[in-house]
C-alpha cells in the first residue's frame, strides 16, 4: 500500500524521529551484511550486488541479472531461464523496489546523476529501457588481519577472492562446514589448542576446496627498519599488501585488468576512524596511477572477525606467517605445527620472499623504505 503524502510523519516529530531511526538502524545492519558477507534475505543480496558492480546501480535489468546469475545459478542454463524456473527466481519488480529502498532511503551505492535525474522524470517502465547500461570490470575481494604487532615481524594476511560473484558461497560453504563439525566460536590462531588444531587444519581444508578463487597473501615488515607510530606502519602495511597482491594476481595470471578492489579489513574501531579514509584516498590514487587507472578502489570496509569466515581465514594465515618469522628458538607446539601446516601448502618457507608465477600463497618481505 503506498503511503499518503498527507499522513508521512512531519520532520522532527516523534514519528519521524522513529522513521529516520529505523532508517539509520536498517542502513548499518546492511553495510555490516555486506562486509561479513552474510547474503541471507533479498535485500542483503541486492546490496552485495550493487556494492561490487556498479553498473548494477545504472540499470534494474543489469541488476536483476546479476542478483540471478550470482545467487541462483542453478536455475540458469547457457544465459537461459526456462519457464518452470521463473518460480525460484525473485521478481525483477521485486529487485527494483529493494534497489530503491537502498538507494532512495539508506542513501547508499547510488545511480550517476545522468540516471538519478531519469528516474526522478520518468515513468519506470521507460526509464529502465533507456538507462540500460553495459557490465562493468569484475571484482577481486580481499579480506586482511594483522598479527605481530607486539613483535619485531608485523604481518598482515589476507585471503583474495578472484571472483566477487562467488565470493558469498566461499563464505557459506565455510558457514556451513562450522556448524556440521559443532563449531560455534570463532577460529583464531592465538586460540588454537592442540584440540582445536585438527578442526582448523580442516576450516583451511575447506576453503581449499576453491583454490581456483581463493589465494593468501601476506606481507611482512621488520618494525626495527622503518620510523613512525605503531598504527602509521600498519596502515601502509596494508597499502603494500592491496597494491603487491594485485600486482602478483596479474603477474600469475590468475586475474585479467581492468579489475576492481574491495578491501575489509578486521575492525579496529580507534584507529580505523581516523586513518581508513585516507587509507581509501591513497589507495584510489596509486591504484589508477601504477595500474593505468585499469585498477580502481571499489569499497573499503571494516568488519568483526567473529562473523566473518574469510576473515577468520585472514587470521589463520597472518598468524601462520607471524608464528614462522617471529620464531626465536622457544619450543615447538601446536601452533607451530599449524604453521607448518601452511608452509606445506605453500611450498616454501616463510621466512624467505616469494613472489612465485602461478602460486595462490604470496609471502612479500619488506624491509627499509619498503612501505613508502
Known sequence: MQENPEQRPEIGSPQGELKADRIAHEREALIHGIAVRATGDLRAKVGYILNHFPDARNSDVTLARRV??????EYIDSDRVRLEDMYHLPRQTTITRTRAKIQNEYKLFRPNEEVASFRRTLRKDTAEAVVADRPGPPVIAVHADESGKSQR?????????????????????LREWKAANGIKGELKFADLSKDKLPRAMGYVKKAMEQSDMVGFKACVLDTHTVKGSPEDVLFRLYYELA?????????????????????????????????????????????????????RVDSIMTANSNESPLLQLADLFSGSVSRVVNKAGESTNHKDEFAGFFQAL?????????????DFIYVHHLGVGGTG
Do not use: Q
Open 243 to 295: 597494491l603487491s597482491g594485485m600486482e602478483h594476481e596479474v603477474a600469475a595470471g590468475r586475474v585479467l585488468l581492468p579489475r576492481w578492489l574491495s578491501f575489509v579489513k578486521d575492525a579496529d574501531d580507534g584507529p580505523d576512524a581516523l586513518r581508513l579514509p585516507d587509507f581509501e584516498r591513497r589507495l584510489t590514487a596509486r591504484c589508477r596511477e601504477y595500474f593505468r587507472d585499469a585498477v
Open 153 to 173: 615481524y608485523l604481518v598482515v594476511g589476507s585471503v583474495w577472492i578472484v571472483d566477487v560473484g562467488k565470493e558469498w558461497r566461499v563464505a557459506e560453504a
Open 346 to 358: 605453500a611450498g616454501f618457507d616463510f621466512t624467505t620472499e616469494h613472489r612465485g608465477g602461478g
Open 68 to 73: 540471478w546469475e550470482t545467487f541462483y545459478p
